[in-house]
């Protein structure tokens, strides 16, 4: 089983920072890929942005240059720096995770419980 625990939401105010993380753990043998989606009150998931274990990104066209991923293989840890946030950035804020548990098995995704972050004064 894996596990991906999320960390640093909260409140912050327009034009702020905030860093979220994200951690894996339990049946990992090789990360291939993890990333961040959100989730807005009465609206679907989307994309907000993977990397891959190699470093390759991929980012949400409407959030490049505001928002920076970056990965820790070494400690199993993905991690999202927010700038400028925005009112419209309020969100639950999910972690992803495409994880092979074993040298014999397939990859599976997994996601994490969700960190609420709030945009507001």
């Known amino acids: 089983q894996v596990q991906l625990v999320e960390s640093g939401g909260g409140l912050v105010q327009p034009g702020g920072s905030l860093r979220l993380s994200c951690v894996a753990s339990g049946s990992i043998f090789s990360i291939n890929a993890m990333g961040w989606y959100r989730q807005a009150p009465g609206k679907e998931r989307e994309l907000v942005a993977t990397?891959?274990?190699?470093?390759?990104?991929n980012y949400a066209d409407s959030l490049k240059g505001r928002f920076t991923i970056f990965l820790d293989n070494a400690k199993k840890t993905v991690y999202l720096q927010m700038n400028s946030a925005k009112p419209e950035d309020t969100a639950v804020y999910y972690c992803?995770?495409?994880?092979?548990?074993?040298?014999?098995?397939?990859?599976?995704?997994?996601w994490g419980q969700g960190t609420q972050v709030t945009v507001s004064s």
């Open positions: 990397i891959t274990r190699d470093g390759n990104t």
């Open positions: 992803n995770s495409n994880v092979r548990p074993s040298t014999w098995s397939l990859s599976y995704i997994y």
